[in-house]
């Protein structure tokens, strides 16, 4: 029997940022724990279906910031938005965006 469990890993607010996960499925949410934002991903923990390891590339943009990108709009092709989070009593508010690759 696959067993499946949901593991949070925390995240640094800063631009960029790449976490590797063995046998992950898929990103649930982004959210904040305290002031610590967090993400939480379904995993495979015997890795009998899903035994690839993945990348999770998160970016994170502050309201009103620059998204750096070409004419093929490869940004909004290739990343998925997860949530928006308030911090400082909401008064700076960042888009948490997602990108998944998987590493042979």
Do not use: C
Request: charged fraction near 30%; proline fraction near 2%.
């Amino acid at each position: 029997m696959t067993v499946f469990k949901i593991f949070k890993y925390p995240l640094i607010l800063k631009d960029d940022q790449s976490i590797e996960i063995d046998g992950a499925i898929r990103v649930y949410s982004i959210v904040k724990q305290g002031e610590t934002p967090v993400m939480y991903v379904l995993v495979d923990t015997e890795k009998e279906q899903y035994n690839k390891k993945s990348v999770f590339e998160v970016k994170i943009i502050g309201t009103g910031h620059k998204i750096e990108d070409d004419t093929t709009n490869a940004f909004f092709l290739t990343y998925e938005f997860v949530n928006t989070i308030g911090f400082d009593d909401d008064a700076f508010m960042y888009h948490f965006f997602v990108r998944r690759r998987f590493l042979e």
